[in-house]
């Protein structure tokens, strides 16, 4: 057991060290920055749960600039983080671009990055597969739930969005299923299309 969890605590450290060096090789100057890290979802619902719970987990350290100074963060390499989860529509009633709009003015970050579970139209991408993009994100979109899009264009600073697919639908599911139940009976990948479809 104890070689089990060694393993996974190197796989973990290697998959957060790729995600920050692609981060890195995203925004120039990075470490730099002052960084406002959103942790979207439903911290109730397990599979929604990554944005909050990645935000339980973060070093935040804007607090110490306010209290310590600008130089106090330089002796020590801090960059200047902060972090929120504001929940979801159906809990605050609120859109999280409104509620992001207002922290931003008042913390005035240089960039913002929204951490976010998503669904996906493919079984074998859950929970290994971690999707980065420098356009933000549409909550809601992958399971037809859309809110207002966080973006450079409606909260006025960069926006990175991290996505990990941790659902699919039903019909994924069985549609995934019967494509390999199908090609181990010989059918051809468009035999397996055109029967999928009609379905």
Do not use: W
């Not at 859109?95 to 579970?117: F, H, M, N, S, Y």
């Not at 998503?118 to 290994?128: N, P, W």
């Not at 039903?170 to 199908?182: M, N, P, R, Y």
């Amino acid at each position: 057991i104890s070689a089990l969890k060694y393993v996974l605590s190197l796989r973990k450290e290697s998959i957060s060290e790729n995600i920050r060096t692609q981060l890195e090789s995203m925004i120039k100057g990075l470490r730099k920055k002052s960084v406002l890290v959103v942790g979207l979802g439903n911290r109730e619902v397990t599979s929604d749960s990554l944005g909050p719970k990645m935000t339980d987990t973060l070093f935040v350290t804007r607090h110490f600039k306010e209290e310590f100074g600008a130089s106090f963060m330089q002796e020590n390499g801090y960059g200047c983080v902060s972090a929120i989860a504001p929940g979801v529509m159906a809990q605050t009633g609120i859109e999280t671009e409104e509620v992001l709009q207002g922290i931003i003015r008042k913390t005035k970050p240089d960039l913002v990055i929204v951490v976010d579970a998503l669904a996906s139209r493919s079984v074998q991408r859950l929970c290994t597969t971690v999707q980065i993009t420098d356009t933000g994100i549409e909550p809601g979109a992958g399971v037809g739930n859309r809110r207002k899009e966080l973006t450079k264009k409606t909260l006025g600073i960069p926006v990175v969005a991290i996505g990990v697919p941790t659902v699919v639908d039903a019909a994924t599911i069985i549609s995934d299923h019967l494509e390999h139940v199908l090609e181990k009976q010989g059918y051809s990948e468009e035999e397996i299309e055109r029967f999928i479809y009609e379905i």
